[in-house]
């Protein structure tokens, strides 16, 4: 491999229970008020990060934080993640304006999003 295949952790995705409160905690914690704000997703940009508050785990059924590595091809980067023992959870998918996101399993059962703006 030559060069980095990611730009590193630039989003992370929280499961809540309760939307209104935890947007009201993780407003407190950042000092600002969320630029997306729907009964589905709540998502916070700050200092470069992007803070996503998925009520009830969404559809993919999250159960602890997701962090997703940004990526510049995202098929070939979970093609190498497979090919190395890692297994696909999510598929690649569109989640709207051109953004497409996949997760993978470590050996261990750690969750690794991956995410690529075309």
């Known amino acids: ?11 992370v995705l929280h499961p809540v229970s309760d939307l209104a409160r935890a947007k009201a905690v993780y407003a407190a914690l950042l000092g600002i008020a969320p630029q ?3 009964a ?9 990060q992007h803070i996503g ?14 962090a997703y590595w940004h990526v510049h091809d995202i098929e070939a980067t979970l093609a190498e993640m497979t090919a190395a023992g890692g297994t ?19 050996p261990d059962g ?3 999003g991956l995410l690529q703006d075309r």
Do not use: C, W
């Open 36 to 38: 997306v704000d729907t």
């Open 40 to 48: 589905y997703y709540v998502g916070f940009e700050a200092e470069g």
């Open 1 to 11: 491999m030559t060069g980095s295949s990611t730009q590193g952790i630039k989003t």
């Open 88 to 106: 696909v959870k999510e598929a690649v998918h569109e989640v709207g304006a051109g953004r497409v996101v996949a997760t993978v399993v470590d």
């Open 110 to 112: 750690n969750v690794l």
């Open 53 to 66: 508050l998925v009520p009830g785990g969404g559809p993919q059924g999250m159960t602890s934080p997701v």
